[in-house]
Nanobody, 115 residues
Framework: QVQFVESGGDLVQPGRSLRLSCAASGSIFKIYTMAWYRQAPGKQRELVATITSGDNTHYTDSVKGRFTLSRDNAKNTVYLQMNSLKPEDTAVYYC?????????WGQGTQVTVSS
């Protein structure tokens, strides 16, 4: 059974940075394409960024040039470096596989961008 635990969320001012972490249990982590998703209040969950087992990344247009996704297979951890944060980045951020597996959703980590 694979579990993901997200951390690193915080309340920050616009323009600041945060790094989110997603720690995975399970020995098969390294074969998954991993993804970060986010859900803002009153909105559907959206895909933010993905990274393949070969470290190929893809970003939704709204975060391109600001967010960077990386993975450390030795630590079973995926990172999302978020720079130049905007109020519209406010959301609960989740990691999961791509496609997402229902049983793998964690609690997420809250990111709030506000002055």
């Amino acid at each position: 059974q694979v579990q993901f635990v997200e951390s690193g969320g915080d309340l920050v001012q616009p323009g600041r940075s945060l790094r989110l972490s997603c720690a995975a249990s399970g020995s098969i982590f390294k074969i998954y394409t991993m993804a970060w998703y986010r859900q803002a209040p009153g909105k559907q969950r959206e895909l933010v960024a993905t990274i393949t087992s070969g470290d190929n990344t893809h970003y939704t247009d709204s975060v391109k040039g600001r967010f960077t996704l990386s993975r450390d297979n030795a630590k079973n951890t995926v990172y999302l470096q978020m720079n130049s944060l905007k109020p519209e980045d406010t959301a609960v951020y989740y990691c999961n596989t791509l496609p997402a597996r229902v049983n793998y959703w964690g609690q997420g980590t809250q990111v709030t961008v506000s002055s």
